[in-house]
């Protein structure tokens, strides 16, 4: 099968690789229909390099249909069209049944001390071949893909994978107050989620971001946005009766522009002004989506057809497989309005 490779920084290639197989009987083959390049895959392009290997398959927002299942699973069959959860876990350990899939004790990747194991996602991960290629095999496939309805734009589902889960769970986490008011830093594809589920949810929501494109796309749904600059905090003060908001969901990326080191919250060094959080008794709450705690909240809105999230107004660009390494370029040095690109294999 064709399938996006890792072949060193800022160097990803289309190459022949063998086709997935059933390796257990919890394990599913799905046919990928839609994969979308996400703002993560950036960190493997740049700083994630050293644990990344020649020629892993990368990706980890993919859907399609389900093409063959090992003996265990019951709950999916060949023909079903499914979305997969970016995270893989096992739905039955301590932490998978108190909501906090992402730190699977099953899938951990104990080595590195991290999380939940990820599709396409560096040795600091697992280093499970991920779905931006024309077959995936899926691990626990008893618990964790998503089916969907056989009908309908890829677009209205395949963000389940990522990015709706991902910014549902920032926008719980803040903790905005009843009508109060929540700044969205950063209007990439999971700022752009936020701000409307932010909305969604009845709060003020004001946007942040450089980038002309980006603002306009959250002014469409009806969201306050501000350029980014030297004085924005001023500007969110004056907004917000000289206070600021009331939360924050900080959603600009680890490669962010002008960041002065090689990466935002990405080593392990402390960035953060501790006692001015302290102080200000701000707090910060963080962590790895959950992708299968939100879905059943999320899933009847984007099977909704009045799309009040507005999924299907967050795709800018599709592209072959074929053309993927053109478009992490693209997407990477934000040209050609590029905010959500979505494969097709």
């Known amino acids: 099968?064709?399938?996006?490779?890792?072949?060193?920084?800022?160097?990803?290639?289309?190459?022949?690789?063998?086709?997935?197989?059933?390796?257990?009987?919890?394990?599913?083959?799905?046919?990928?229909?839609?994969?979308?390049?996400?703002?993560?895959?950036?960190?493997?392009?740049?700083?994630?390099?050293?644990?990344?290997?020649?020629?892993?398959?990368?990706?980890?927002?993919?859907?399609?249909?389900?093409?063959?299942?090992?003996?265990?699973?019951?709950?999916?069959?060949?023909?079903?069209?499914?979305?997969?959860?970016?995270?893989?876990?096992?739905?039955?350990?301590?932490?998978?049944?108190r909501g906090f899939q992402s730190q699977c004790e099953t899938t951990q990747v104990k080595e590195y001390d991290k999380g939940?194991?990820?599709?396409?996602?560096?040795?600091?991960?697992?280093?499970?071949?991920?779905g931006q290629a024309e077959y995936l095999r899926v691990p626990h496939a008893d618990y964790g893909p998503i089916k969907v309805p056989s009908v309908g734009e890829d677009e209205r589902y395949l963000f389940l994978s990522d990015v709706l889960p991902t910014a549902w769970q920032g926008v719980k986490y803040a903790g905005v107050p009843d009508g109060g008011t929540l700044a969205v830093l950063g209007l990439g594809p999971i700022g752009q989620m936020a701000t409307r589920i932010g909305a969604h949810f009845g709060y003020?929501?004001?946007?942040?971001?450089?980038?002309?494109?980006?603002?306009?796309?959250?002014?469409?749904?009806?969201?306050?946005?501000?350029?980014?600059?030297?004085?924005?905090v001023e500007k969110l003060q004056e907004l917000c009766d000289g206070r600021g908001s009331d939360s924050i969901v900080d959603a600009v990326g680890m490669e962010a522009h002008g960041s002065p080191v090689g990466g935002v919250y990405g080593g392990m060094k402390d960035p953060m002004p501790m006692m001015t959080l302290f102080d200000k008794q701000i707090q910060m709450r963080m962590g790895q989506c959950n992708v299968r705690n939100w879905t059943d909240d999320i899933l009847p809105l984007v099977d909704d057809p009045s799309d009040p999230l507005g999924v299907l107004d967050l795709k800018t660009h599709t592209a072959p497989l074929d053309d993927a390494p053109a478009m992490y370029e693209k997407f990477q040095k934000k040209e050609d309005g590029c905010i959500k690109v979505v494969l097709k294999p």
């Not at 990803?12 to 046919?31: F, G, H, L, N, Q």
């Not at 560096?122 to 499970?128: Q, V």
């Not at 003020?204 to 980038?211: E, Q, T």
């Not at 494109?213 to 002014?219: C, D, K, L, T, V």
Request: hydrophobic share 40%.
């Open 1 to 97: 099968m064709k399938a996006l490779t890792w072949q060193g920084k800022r160097t990803v290639s289309v190459e022949d690789v063998p086709d997935p197989k059933i390796i257990e009987p919890t394990d599913a083959i799905i046919r990928v229909t839609s994969t979308a390049i996400c703002g993560s895959d950036l960190h493997l392009y740049e700083v994630l390099g050293p644990f990344m290997d020649k020629g892993d398959v990368i990706g980890h927002e993919p859907m399609g249909i389900v093409e063959e299942v090992g003996s265990a699973v019951t709950n999916l069959k060949p023909g079903d069209r499914v979305v997969v959860p970016f995270t893989v876990s096992c739905g039955h350990c301590f932490m998978c049944e």
């Open 116 to 130: 939940a194991t990820l599709f396409g996602y560096s040795r600091l991960y697992g280093s499970l071949p991920g």
């Open 204 to 232: 003020r929501v004001i946007g942040v971001d450089p980038v002309a494109e980006r603002r306009a796309m959250a002014a469409r749904h009806g969201i306050e946005v501000i350029e980014d600059g030297e004085d924005v």
